[in-house]
């Protein structure tokens, strides 16, 4: 997918960009952007024994076939998948997996070793890679056999100092390095959190220091590179109430050494041709995890396809904002810029943070928000491949509880984009545009993609158990109704499971 470059000149300390102000422009734009309207099913009746679907003669997606969408799964593997997503189900599990992980229990030899032992072999098997890199590209192969690629996500994140993040750093190197000896393409991209290169003290930091010189024209960051816009006049800055403190020259010095590493980790990839994408993350160091990813970004892509990509929260009142100044900027300037489309994966936090400094919370009101900003946010992207600018990774999952409707409206989301994608022109096979879900969640859309010729990933933590677990239990803990809404994973699988079954007996 990628193809590449030189090794980019000494980093040049480019004077940055002026704070725009694009209210105008951005009403102009928004206007020009087709929709992708999902009114029609938002209010449609739950699905009970039987799952509503587009039809057959308008559907790009076929999910009726089941034995077409799992020929490629075994029936033992189909049979606990279907166990573990029942298992998973059931919200008090993730209550008691917290309880549990940080309790004091854990500090019990013999108690912590049954209780990572009954995790690896259920949960951690069912979402999870591998314990180390060439599992995970084990791993990787296999699904690879089955028409889908893999995303090699190294469970890291939340580095407290220098030391730890050179660990992970040697983690992330290592596995770029086990990608080279797979399939070409069957890596669709390594996932990176600057959390763990970057001490997050010193990123948020960073994060406050970005915020005050967006609201400050006057005021000036020495050690600033060049980099896209990282701010929408709509973004929070209620993280940064009063002027920060310069950096000091220590932590100016902890700053060279994080940008190091992500460079490292840029050339490596390069040199492997498999992209990187970075991950989002919270409000109050997401400015700094952009200023990484553009800065980056403006180094290392340059040609047709973009080697790092960066990770669009589609919950974020200020997202779609945000993604077309950025994506407009980048355009401009002839950098080609990728960016993968999540719906977000810190609600909790984000929502009490606000609350307690009695702050309008940065998340949309409503579900319903969050789908259309990810539709339009889709529509955009697909509009600028078919114009021949940027990329997108389209991971459709949506993660509220208490809406039977979500897988349901997540396959009309996969549906609806694969459609826009080839009413734009845009072929199947364009490398430019990527569908992915999570490891061990929502196969059927996977393979219903797969199957109507799409690229397609899934994204695959890895990590010793021990380091991966209370990665996972956070994420889970984040998105509650995630795994409770599988109603559709799970419908499907028994669906094909009783199929294999009546087949077998006659």
Known sequence: MAHRVA??????????????HYSAAHSSITATVSPLNFDQFLNAP??????????????????????????????????????????????????????????????????????????????????????????????????????????LVYALEHAS??????????????????????????VSFVVVKITAICPLGLLKRVSDLLRWEYNNESFQLPWKLNTLPIFADSSPFYHTPSKPDPLTVEEETDLHFAQQRMLKICQSCIEANVP????????????????????????????????????????????????????????????????????????????????????????????????????????????????????VIIATHNMDSGIGLMHKICWMIGNKAAAKARDLGIQNGNQKLQFAQLYGMADGLSFGLKNAGFQ???????????????????????NRGLLSTSTLDRYLMRKELKRRLKAAIL
Request: negative net charge; charged residues 20%; contains cysteine.
């Open 456 to 478: 397609v990933s899934k994204y695959m933590p890895f990590g010793p158990v021990e380091l991966v677990m209370p990665y996972l239990l956070r994420r889970a803990e984040e």
């Open 276 to 391: 990187l994408t970075i991950d989002a993350e919270d409000t109050s160091v997401q400015p700094g995890i952009d200023y990484f990813t553009y800065s980056a970004a403006l180094m290392y892509n340059v040609g047709d396809n973009p080697i790092i990509y960066g990770t669009i929260q589609t919950y974020l009142k200020d997202a779609k904002e945000r993604l077309i100044i950025s994506a407009n900027a980048a355009e401009k300037m002839g950098v080609p810029m990728g960016f993968k489309l999540v719906r977000g994966a810190y609600m909790s936090s984000e929502r009490q943070l606000a609350s307690s400094l009695g702050v309008e919370s940065p998340i949309h009101n409503t579900i319903d928000q969050t789908h259309a900003c990810f539709n339009d946010c889709t529509s955009f992207m697909l509009e600028k491949i078919a114009s021949g600018s940027g990329a």
């Open 161 to 186: 100092d220098n030391e730890s993040c050179d660990r992970n750093l040697e983690g992330f190197l290592q596995t770029v390095e086990s990608a080279k000896s797979l399939p070409t393409s069957s």
């Open 46 to 151: 739950p699905p009970t024994a039987a799952v509503d679907h587009p039809s057959p003669t308008t559907a790009i997606l076929d999910v009726d076939d089941v034995k077409g969408l799992f020929s490629c799964v075994s029936t033992g593997k189909l049979l606990r998948s279907a166990v573990n997503l029942h298992a998973a189900a059931v919200e008090p599990m993730i209550d008691l997996g917290m309880w549990v992980m940080n309790s004091k229990l854990m500090r019990t030899p013999l108690l912590r070793e049954a209780t990572v032992g009954t995790i690896k072999h259920t949960f951690y098997d069912h979402f999870c890679a591998g314990p180390g890199p060439a599992e995970a590209a084990r791993t990787a192969a296999r699904i690879w056999d089955s028409g889908l690629k893999g995303m």
């Open 7 to 20: 090794c980019p000149k000494i980093i040049q300390r480019l004077r940055p960009f002026a704070k725009p």
